[in-house]
């Protein structure tokens, strides 16, 4: 999404009928959360995120899966060594230390390369959604467990709650949601996850269409036609249920989803990223944008695979 210049997509002030295609999410259904998948490495950076899991299992009445990884092998004989124990330890004690009992948990340790166990987990436990802590160092979001972990938030096969170093922890409510799409493409399951979720919580729904290198005297006309087509995506009753606004920006698209994120107060970004780059152009968010995003984003971000 977004990597190409505004020219590719406009002829003069007018974007090409052929490439014009919008799809409308015609059905939003409730998400189903039953197993929330939560990484640890014990450490601060990691911890900040327990309170976005929490507040998710609670209100979706889903069970909490409190996962350390140990190095090694996967497999191999080690729950009698005292690394593995010390290890089982640490993770009731962390259970034991966040006042979790009010929700229904189950810790879960695990060995072997982080980014090859985690997606097992998810497939073995049938997770809905794992939530992942960042601290989003040399500028690239490299995630609290380690460099590996950056490989779980591009490669799990369900959605990822990452809550980056610039996210406050306080009274945690999705009152507005904001939702980076493209005009050009079907907007797919993620659009559809964002407006369930502004749905079930009446949330102000922020629909942002980014066109960098479009020069000012075009602006207004652009505006216009994208505004208009960002509205056909939405469906017809969603104004009964939550309020749609819709937003064109000039810059480019990591900066443009962070300015959107902190002038509209968003408590939340949800964003669809796509598994591989086959094509010459992404026209969903690719990677590095969505790590920028991630590490600078004042609130969490929600990717979904497409």
Same mark, same amino acid.
């Not at 729950?79 to 006042?99: G, M, Y």
């Not at 060995?111 to 802590?133: H, M, T």
């Given at each position: 999404?977004?990597?190409?210049?505004?020219?590719?997509?406009?002829?003069?002030?007018?974007?090409?009928?052929?490439?014009?295609?919008?799809?409308?999410?015609?059905?939003?259904? $409730?998400?189903? @959360?039953?197993?929330?998948?939560?990484?640890? &490495?014990?450490? !601060?950076?990691?911890?900040? =995120? *327990?309170?976005? +899991?929490?507040?998710?299992?609670?209100?979706?009445?889903?069970?909490?899966?409190?996962?350390?990884?140990?190095?090694?092998?996967?497999?191999?004989?080690?729950?009698?060594?005292?690394?593995?124990?010390?290890?089982?330890?640490?993770?009731?004690?962390?259970?034991?230390?966040?006042?979790?009992?009010?929700?229904?948990?189950?810790?879960?340790?695990?060995?072997?390369?982080?980014?090859?166990?985690?997606?097992?987990?998810?497939?073995?436990?049938?997770?809905?959604?794992?939530?992942?802590?960042?601290?989003?160092?040399?500028?690239?979001?490299?995630?609290?467990?380690?460099?590996?972990?950056?490989?779980?938030?591009?490669?799990?096969?369900?959605?990822?709650?990452?809550?980056?170093?610039?996210?406050?922890?306080?009274?945690?409510?999705? $009152?507005?949601? @904001?939702?980076?799409?493209?005009?050009?493409? &079907?907007?797919? !399951?993620?659009?559809?996850? =964002? *407006?369930?979720? +502004?749905?079930?919580?009446?949330?102000?729904?922020?629909?942002?269409?980014?066109?960098?290198?479009?020069?000012?005297?075009?602006?207004?006309?652009?505006?216009?036609?994208?505004?208009?087509?960002?509205?056909?995506?939405?469906?017809?009753?969603?104004?009964?249920?939550?309020?749609?606004?819709?937003?064109?920006?000039?810059?480019?698209?990591?900066?443009?989803?962070?300015?959107?994120?902190?002038?509209?107060?968003?408590?939340?970004?949800?964003?669809?990223?796509?598994?591989?780059?086959?094509?010459?152009?992404?026209?969903?968010?690719?990677?590095?944008?969505?790590?920028?995003?991630?590490?600078?984003?004042?609130?969490?971000?929600?990717?979904?695979?497409?």
């Amino acid at each position: 999404m977004y990597s190409f210049p505004a020219w590719t997509l406009f002829s003069g002030s007018t974007l090409r009928r052929e490439e014009a295609t919008v799809l409308t999410v015609e059905e939003v259904t $409730r998400i189903s @959360l039953k197993t929330i998948l939560f990484p640890t &490495d014990f450490s !601060p950076a990691s911890s900040a =995120a *327990l309170p976005f +899991a929490l507040a998710l299992a609670r209100t979706y009445g889903s069970t909490l899966l409190l996962t350390h990884v140990l190095a090694g092998a996967r497999g191999q004989d080690s729950e009698n060594n005292a690394v593995w124990q010390d290890a089982r330890h640490r993770l009731e004690k962390f259970c034991v230390e966040h006042s979790i009992s009010d929700t229904p948990h189950k810790p879960v340790l695990d060995q072997g390369d982080l980014a090859d166990v985690i997606p097992v987990i998810i497939g073995e436990q049938a997770v809905d959604l794992v939530v992942l802590g960042t601290h989003g160092r040399r500028g690239v979001s490299k995630l609290v467990l380690g460099s590996s972990a950056e490989k779980i938030y591009r490669s799990a096969p369900c959605p990822v709650l990452t809550v980056g170093p610039n996210v406050h922890n306080g009274n945690w409510r999705l $009152r507005n949601i @904001l939702c980076p799409v493209d005009v050009l493409e &079907d907007p797919g !399951p993620f659009l559809k996850h =964002a *407006l369930t979720l +502004a749905k079930e919580n009446q949330s102000e729904f922020i629909v942002l269409q980014a066109v960098p290198l479009v020069p000012w005297q075009h602006r207004a006309s652009v505006e216009k036609q994208m505004c208009e087509r960002l509205q056909r995506m939405i469906p017809p009753d969603a104004a009964s249920w939550c309020t749609p606004q819709f937003v064109v920006r000039w810059e480019h698209p990591a900066e443009a989803v962070v300015l959107a994120a902190s002038e509209w107060e968003a408590d939340l970004i949800v964003m669809g990223v796509r598994k591989s780059r086959a094509a010459k152009f992404s026209v969903h968010l690719p990677w590095p944008v969505a790590s920028e995003v991630v590490s600078r984003a004042p609130c969490p971000v929600l990717t979904i695979r497409v």
